[in-house]
């Protein structure tokens, strides 16, 4: 019979055990209190801050391009390579071009030549002219004396009037092959124009981010053969909600968090694109970004808009303990440390913000020391 009773006791015992409060079992055993420093939950003004993914653009890019026909003779560059302003990158082949360049040459040495024939003639007119004015004075005076007859007299008027008109047909001539050899010296400066096109150069000091020509191939007018950055000038492009624009201005300073280079930067509006995407409802605002070497066009970045503020409570940041997906903060309860499951929303400059769990007036322990437990007794450290 004793025996019997012995397995029942140890079964209460456990049973006993089994059924205590865990917050019992978490309460630290009775001791001096721990001073620590507590900080009272009070309202503050905050951020409202809005996020917005953008791509990283060149603010300045080129499509480089052939104004003429014909095959590239030579490249001189590739993808990655740093060009300077000037710096020759494809050569066509310029033999046709060549030929018109002497032909408006050989034409204008012509209309030069044709020039000194007239201005020839016109000095000839121009002596006929002066020799005919000076036998009509004579002739006219001695008509008034009655000294020739009016045969003679007329004679010496219709030759005045051929040497006139001589002398304005020389004259015309020479207006309209002057204009000949102004017309062939424009003809060189086309003809040298469209020679010197067959030689492309880079617009700006920059980064070549596209090739697509290679000696041999046909270059035509209007077609792409390289794409050239300007190296150091560069803007996020970030999509913005169509209603938020009105709250967004050119010149408004912006954090801009670039991932792929684990770097936080400062930058400004510089543009707000008019024109709403009917897709995604947005509008591309444009950032300068400082110069950075790193920088390179397609990266991505988030862009990080201040839209007013609001009052909410926070706490310090580094309060905060996680443990996988649960978040608390120790508050002095009673005189007693409790850790309080809350909910915290986005972090701006250190602190939190707490969007449910803790209410204002309450005191946090802040910072906690090293090994604080729920339940153990604490006091303010003035």
Not at 188 to 195: H, K, L, T
Not at 267 to 275: D, G, K, T
Not at 345 to 350: A, N, P, R, S
Request: charged residues 25%; glycine residues 8%; proline residues 4%.
């Amino acid at each position: 019979m004793r025996k019997a009773i012995l397995p029942l006791v140890f079964a209460g015992i456990l049973l006993a055990g089994c059924g205590q409060k865990p917050h019992q079992a978490e309460t630290a055993p009775a001791g001096a209190p721990v001073s620590v420093k507590l900080e009272s939950l009070t309202s503050v003004e905050w951020p409202t801050i809005y996020e917005a993914t953008g791509t990283v653009r060149a603010k300045t890019a080129a499509v480089i391009s052939s104004k003429v026909m014909g095959y590239v003779r030579q490249v001189s560059f590739q993808a990655g390579d740093r060009v300077r302003a000037g710096q020759l990158l494809v050569e066509i082949e310029s033999r046709d071009l060549d030929t018109q360049v002497r032909q408006t040459e050989a034409a204008h040495r012509e209309a030069e030549e044709a020039l000194q024939e007239v201005d020839g003639a016109i000095a000839t007119a121009k002596a006929n002219l002066e020799l005919s004015e000076a036998t009509f004075r004579r002739m006219d005076d001695l008509y008034q004396k009655k000294s020739i007859s009016s045969q003679e007299h007329d004679e010496a008027t219709a030759r005045l009037k051929v040497a006139t008109a001589g002398y304005q047909m020389a004259a015309a001539k020479r207006r309209q092959v002057v204009a000949r050899v102004s017309q062939a010296s424009e003809g060189i400066n086309a003809a040298a124009s469209m020679r010197e096109y067959a030689r492309i150069t880079a617009p700006f000091d920059g980064v070549v981010t596209d090739k697509h020509v290679e000696p041999g191939n046909l270059a035509a007018p209007g077609a792409p053969l390289a794409t050239i950055e300007q190296a150091g000038v560069y803007r996020l492009e970030a999509a913005v909600e169509e209603s938020l624009l009105r709250e967004i201005r050119p010149g408004q300073g912006v954090t801009v968090t670039l991932e792929a280079l684990d770097r936080t930067l400062n930058a400004r509006v510089s543009e707000i694109v008019p024109a709403v995407d009917a897709a995604s409802r947005t509008n591309i605002v444009k950032i300068d970004l400082p110069a950075l070497a790193e920088l390179r066009s397609g990266m991505f970045g988030r862009a990080l808009f201040t839209l007013g503020k609001r009052r909410l409570l926070t706490v310090p940041a580094a309060a905060v303990r996680e443990q996988g997906q649960l978040r608390s903060v120790f508050v002095a309860d009673g005189g007693y440390a409790r850790a309080r499951l809350a909910t915290f929303g986005e972090t701006v400059q250190g602190r939190r913000e707490v969007l449910s769990g803790l209410t204002e007036g309450e005191k946090i322990v802040f910072p906690a020391p090293p090994g604080l437990v729920d339940g153990a007794r604490v006091e303010d450290r003035p």
